[in-house]
């Protein structure tokens, strides 16, 4: 399948990891897991990356605008309901390919479909890593402001408590 479009931050993330995992779904719409997941298999452990993406408003210049935050942070914030239910995660990201198939939409961006059904059943086995990841280009890193901090914060540290992973974000220069 070919790479998303590159003028959208989605696209420009994928070519970004594309390298980094076996497999990466595209799972950006209403209801997803994440906007890309990515996924690495060894002998003992599944890796599952969720990559939230945001856009920034194409007239607004990136800056300090706490509601940049929002909408990702809460992403983000839910998608810790797939710590340890692993199986139920690879079959949530089943049933997504196969809704988007029967309307000619591919979700796997890298990688096979088949490998997401083996490794939800390997997932009885392996231990499950989960990574969290915030991209907001709308935030700008010399003027990020205390209201997206504080917002990004309390997001981090729901993800923390819950999972004990932290999130890493990925803001404008």
Not at 135 to 151: F, G, H, N, Y
Request: charged letters at 30%.
């Amino acid at each position: 399948m070919p790479p998303p479009n590159l003028k959208t931050v989605q696209g420009f993330t994928y070519k970004k990891i594309e390298e980094k995992y076996q497999l990466i779904f595209n799972d950006d719409d209403a209801g997803e897991v994440a906007d890309l997941v990515g996924i690495n298999e060894t002998e003992d452990q599944i890796f599952v990356d969720f990559y939230h993406c945001k856009y920034c408003p194409s007239k607004s210049e990136p800056g300090g605008r706490v509601e940049d935050t929002y909408v990702i942070s809460g992403q983000t914030s839910r998608s810790v309901k797939w710590v340890n239910r692993g199986e139920e995660l690879f079959a949530q990201l089943m049933y997504r390919y196969q809704t988007a198939i029967e309307k000619n939409f591919n979700r796997v961006l890298k990688g096979d479909i088949s490998s997401i059904d083996l490794l939800r059943r390997k997932c009885r086995d392996k231990e499950l890593v989960m990574g969290f990841y915030i991209v907001q280009p709308a935030i700008k890193e010399s003027r990020i402001s205390q209201d997206q901090l504080t917002v990004l914060g309390t997001s981090y540290t729901y993800v923390k408590g819950i999972a004990g992973k932290d999130i890493k974000v990925i803001v404008s220069k």
